[in-house]
């Protein structure tokens, strides 16, 4: 996430799912009632941070904010349609995920999705720490990078 002008831009990741509506060209982007629609789940970005795209073919997702990509993605399309307007947002957030591990009441794996977590909400949404556990001792494990709160 990269925080701009006060606010946090979520950047698209490999795993992620998107809904992809271009409503001038149904026949490209069929709505999700259609029980044909091969698309219906959203359009994956794969590991290399790439969308698989009628027309066009794979086109670079990752690392961009959704009004980056739904540029991009409106650029590439004027090539084939005359009035491409693309309506672009995540469906699934499951390229950015954290652990919680320790003395808390649910460890496990959590998601982050269009806001940022901060360290005690990460421990929140484990459920809070056990009778056991020391809030005041904390250590973050990022990347590799080890930082102890005391």
Do not use: C, H, W
Not at 68 to 87: M, V
Not at 126 to 135: Q, Y
């Amino acid at each position: 996430m990269v925080k701009t002008s006060g606010r946090v831009d979520y950047r698209i990741s490999e795993g992620d799912i998107l809904s992809i509506v271009l409503t001038g060209y149904p026949d490209i982007t069929p709505t999700t009632d259609s029980s044909n629609n091969p698309f219906i789940s959203g359009f994956p970005v794969d590991q290399q941070g790439f969308v698989q795209f009628p027309l066009i073919g794979r086109i670079k997702a990752s690392g961009m904010s959704v009004p980056q990509f739904t540029a991009t993605l409106q650029r590439q399309l004027q090539r084939y349609l005359k009035y491409p307007d693309p309506q672009v947002k995540i469906v699934n957030y499951r390229g950015s995920n954290f652990f919680v591990d320790g003395e808390v009441r649910q460890s496990g794996e959590f998601t982050i999705a269009d806001v940022p977590v901060s360290l005690y909400s990460a421990i929140s949404m484990a459920g809070g720490t056990t009778e056991e556990g020391d809030s005041n001792n904390i250590v973050l494990n990022r990347k590799g990078n080890i930082v102890n709160s005391t």
